[in-house]
């Protein structure tokens, strides 16, 4: 079981930076991908973002390519999204979620964090 707290979000204005931090408690986190996904009012949720066991393998969606920064800290049970020069569109609920295998089965979430970017 791996369980996954969100914090990090909120209020930004386009082009500042903002840094999302996913905990997990649970023995087995550092066996996991984390990945990062979005979902804004009336969209579908989507991929940002995930980062497999080492740390040495991260995949982005191309609209974060270059933008933001997926990076773990197994020692800590927390995975990051740093958010650079963010956008109007990239305001969504961020949530993480955890997966045994890739490519990712996201079988645990966590609550979400919101994050409103401002022009």
């Known amino acids: 079981q791996v369980q996954l707290v969100e914090s990090g979000g909120g209020l930004v204005q386009a082009g500042d930076s903002l840094r999302l931090s996913c905990a997990a408690s649970g023995r087995s986190f550092s066996s996991y991908v984390i990945a990062w996904l979005r979902q804004a009012p009336g969209k579908d949720r989507e991929f940002v973002a995930a980062?497999?066991?080492?740390?040495?393998?991260?995949y982005y969606h191309d609209s974060a390519k270059g933008r933001f920064t997926i990076s773990r800290d197994n020692a800590k049970n927390t995975v990051y999204l740093q958010m650079n020069s963010p956008k109007p569109e990239d305001t969504a609920v961020y949530y993480c979620s955890a997966s045994s295998r890739w490519p990712a089965s996201y079988e645990y979430w966590g609550q979400g964090t919101q994050v409103t970017v401002s022009s």
């Open positions: 980062i497999r066991w080492s740390g040495l393998n991260t």
